[in-house]
């Protein structure tokens, strides 16, 4: 059974930095693309990253040059360093994978709350 677990989360002033985490058990690791999406209060979920199984990156504009995704295969998990944080990106945020059969899996989601 696929299993995604993020963490990493918190309160953090704008301007700070956290780094999430998404580890993953029950799925070919290196051979999925992961994504990280997230959903602001009150709004739809939207997509905020991704990474390849072969570590290429794309990024939503808003996050682009504040964010980086990047993966440990041997760990099993992808992170996401966020600096510069800015109160329009409190969200709850979403690990996705998607494997090479396209079979996609989420996690539960962890809270990150920008505010001073």
């Known amino acids: 059974q696929v299993q995604l677990v993020e963490s990493g989360g918190g309160l953090v002033q704008p301007g700070g930095s956290l780094r999430l985490s998404c580890a993953a058990s029950g799925i070919d690791f290196s051979a999925s693309a992961v994504n990280w999406y997230r959903r602001p209060p009150g709004q739809e979920r939207e997509w905020v990253a991704r990474i390849t199984r072969f570590s290429g990156t794309q990024y939503l504009d808003s996050v682009k040059g504040r964010f980086t995704i990047s993966r440990d295969n041997a760990k099993n998990t992808v992170y996401l360093q966020m600096n510069a944080l800015r109160p329009e990106d409190t969200a709850v945020y979403y690990c996705?994978?998607?494997?090479?059969?396209?079979?996609?899996?989420w996690g539960q989601g962890t809270q990150v709350t920008v505010s001073s």
């Open positions: 996705n994978a998607v494997n090479s059969r396209n079979l996609s899996s």
